[in-house]
């Protein structure tokens, strides 16, 4: 699959797929007009890296193939050697709905893999945290400001005294009043925060703090005695006290806990990719997806997202289901997220960003076959709905937004307790509740920013190590973040993004 | 207007128009069952504080009325005596946007207030700031951790070398990357962030911090020599080491700006209600619609908001409009809302809260009709849609949603550099950007809350002070505040709840 030349001098392409047209750009830098492949095959202009180049002359309206499949259609000829770059290609419509095949490819399920372990906090509700932390979550925005006060003060004053305890952590949220309550989509944004509240790495402890008179009742969140209502409260002062004497109470059943050993199938691993480029769909997605069939072997929960992202792949993702009321459940997310986009007239023209086609990335089409490989190659046994919790095992289709925020949210609503992600252009991205590990696309990115790459998956496309090598790796590494053993960068540096609701329900 | 019994004991109502049938019980703790009042009325079952009674007997399907106008109709016969709760009332039907009357009784202008200043910071643009701080603001949400943990440092190692400078902040917000950047409501939240880094309080220094490949591309938001793209630099070191620099630079600049005397009319005053009970419309929104008309005298600009709770007032505000323009733009932004509160399958019953109805609100129609109180008495110069920055002074309408968090972002992004805010039921709320202002409805949630309400206008409805009193020592707070001769309590604190985005465009 990757043409194996190591002097970074010599033109270097990848083709995936036999079939394919089109192959991409390894060189740093890209190729000037008039670069000779192995092949024979002479640029007829300059290419960037990461950027297409055909392989054969495609004529006008004749279809432009990578990873096997149509990403779209000649909008005038293309000769050989020509950079395909997004204006050159005519999008296809989305896979109808109505006609993918449900189910008639499951795959055989993986050989299972045994003898690995990690070590985390075993919860009383069966599931295992990587992280030791009292998590003080919201009803409301209103209180924010009251609970950073609180937060600053309970890490100062009472953090110190319990050393087992990672951290203490606000959980923010746009959501809770001067929002429709009633309204069909408020669904997801409330049973995110109930979710978000019993996310393993805070070991059932999670308190509330809430208004008194927000539209999203505290005791929807938490059993009352986690609940602090600041209109009870008389003053400021005795709101910190409050909040103070109740986080004391948790620290000290918190630092009561030591980690134990715990098989991989408590792990519950996210998928994610932000900042694609077009090296994503060769070196890290694939890599990940190695390692994803590794967990699933392991009995673990793995979670892959990005509805926007698989949209246009979703044709390669149905048949996989485990049963055709599994596929049915990937269409129904399909279609709810059609029509959501409608609903604002938007389409899926908006993805990809700006970011993804200087990184050669032409169209969702293409980013969407890229980002499906980090799904593997299990049989998908499940679906849930943003903000639902995973209560089953295997390779899970966890229905949330493409943007990295968002769907960070939602995987860890969905008790995601390890991260993994991967960047062709970087972001530093990071969360508080679960360690995020960060896998680079390409060698250059690593090279630029080696403190914030965990694992540098553009060895694959360099021929320095093979697709399998890397998703070991990332398979152990994720193992020994998961026993705190090992600290991703964006712990090291305590990077932390926002939690960002998902809520397609109107604000009033 | 008031009754003005000083002895809590005995029972006391207020009724506020002459055609009023219900008034409100100003007991603290409410009065119970055969309470007598001194014009014969006799409580026929116990009533909550703040709560409505029937002064006469009501037909069932008779109008129920308050403030002078219709709130709603008697789902059954009420008896005089009787406590009026949500679910005896039927709300009447939304004032139809075709049919309302425009600028047919546009008030005579106020005359004109001379002879007061505040100490500001003069902007070239023309603006005043009432804070000086240095802004630090993101064209996407990936960035965050990187740019608070700069801003630690900052405030750690730069800050207390510029003593003038009040603050550093970081501008956080879920927008930039993952969104449907060309839906037509991404206008939005895009001029949002881009008028919120123009805000007067951040003396045009404000700074972006960037990723490199967001959709939302930083060149929008600033000119390029105050963005840091993060992808340009190499890796996390360089990240901090340029954004620390860059503020630096500007720190210099922001250190050497002194207050100078400021006319009135430099200021832009936020006016917002959170947790509002049935006293909000007769103490505190009154007396902030007092001091707003004072505002305005003084050349001001003064913003009200809140469009699902004018909404079911609008009848009243049209009429109000300076020019049949103005009274159109008004029911546009009203005809929007409610296309994009039916598209989202919610209408205004959604408002208000439950803690609302607990305040003894029954309805939206109730809540709008003490919400207006706070516009004063000025003609309606003009009309501000979401995120749009004002550049005309006198009585605006901005047009926000009724939550707090969403309206006072927007209001930000309007430049308001004060915000007035009254609350019956109470909240710790403040913002960064820009001081608000805590006025309180009810005597017991000062007494309650002694070190978080700066004024209380419980004191109308005990007869301690008249609307006209609290109006002038709104009015004169805020210049001291605006001034920086003192302090609101959430800024004494620090309480300073998160920008909160007003998107209606689907994220992606």
């Known amino acids: 699959m990757v043409t194996n030349l190591r002097n970074d001098q010599a033109p270097l392409y990848i083709k995936v797929n036999d079939k394919d047209n089109t192959a991409i750009i390894v060189n740093e830098g890209g190729l000037r007009k008039g670069a000779v492949f192995p092949c024979g095959l002479v640029l007829a202009e300059g290419v960037p890296q990461g950027h297409k180049v055909a392989l054969t002359d495609i004529n006008e309206g004749e279809e432009v193939i990578r990873y096997g499949h149509v990403i779209g259609y000649a909008e005038r000829t293309i000769n050989r050697g020509t950079w395909i770059n997004d204006t050159l290609i005519k999008m296809p419509a989305a896979p109808p709905l109505e006609k993918v ?83 069909p989509d408020a669904v997801i944004p409330i049973r ?38 600041l209109q ?16 004391e109470e948790r620290l000290i059943k918190l630092n009561s806990r030591v980690r134990e050993t715990c098989p991989v199938s408590d792990l519950v691993i ?47 993702l149905t048949p996989r289901a485990v049963n055709e009321e599994v596929g049915r459940s990937l269409i129904e997310e399909m279609k709810w997220y059609d029509s959501y986009l409608r609903r604002g007239e938007a389409d899926r023209s908006a993805n990809p960003s700006p970011g993804n086609k200087k990184g050669g990335l032409s169209n969702v089409v293409e980013k969407a076959l890229g980002s499906v490989a980090k799904s593997g190659s299990s049989p998908i046994s499940g679906v849930l709905a943003p903000g639902e919790n995973a209560r089953q095992k295997g390779l899970l289709f966890a229905a949330t937004p493409a943007s990295d925020f968002v769907c960070g949210t939602l995987q860890l609503a969905a008790g995601m307790n390890v991260q993994i992600f991967t960047t062709g252009r970087g972001t530093p ?34 021929g320095e190590a093979s697709i399998e090598e890397v998703g070991w790796e990332i398979f152990r590494m994720v193992l020994d973040i998961a026993s705190g053993r ?23």
């Open 232 to 247: 009870e409260q008389k003053g400021f002062k005795q709101m910190i006290h409050s909040i103070m004497e109740m986080a």
């Open 486 to 508: 090992k600290q991703t960068w964006a712990d090291h540096w305590g990077l932390h993004n926002d939690l960002c609701l998902f809520n397609p329900a109107p604000v009033t």
């Open 429 to 462: 991205y990071g969360l508080a509740a679960a360690p995020v590990m960060k896998v680079s696309t390409r060698n250059a990115l690593q090279a630029q920013w080696p403190d914030l790459i965990d694992i540098n998956a553009g060895r694959i496309a360099s």
């Open 270 to 316: 996210g998928l994610q990719c932000g900042g694609s480029d077009a090296f994503s769909g060769v070196t890290a997605n694939p890599a990940v997806g190695y390692a994803a069939d590794l967990f699933v072997r392991g009995g673990a929960a793995v979670l892959f997202s990005e509805v926007t992202e698989v949209r246009d792949a979703v044709h390669l």
């Open 101 to 183: 095949p449900l189910s008639d490819k499951t795959p055989a399920p993986l050989e299972p893999l045994e003898g690995y372990t990690f070590q985390g906090y075993r919860n009383k509700d069966g599931t295992a945290g990587t992280k030791n932390i009292l998590g003080i979550t919201t009803s409301v925005q209103c209180v924010v400001g009251v609970l950073d006060y609180a937060v600053k003060r309970i890490k100062e004053e009472l953090l110190p005294k319990y050393p087992n305890v990672d951290d203490v952590i606000p959980l923010h949220h746009h959501y809770g009043c001067g929002v429709a309550i009633h309204a």
């Open 192 to 229: 995110t925060i109930q979710n978000l509240a019993k996310h393993p790495n805070f070991g059932g402890e999670a308190l509330v703090v809430g208004l008194g008179c927000e539209k999203l009742v505290p005791d929807r969140i938490a059993p009352r005695e986690n609940i602090i209502s």
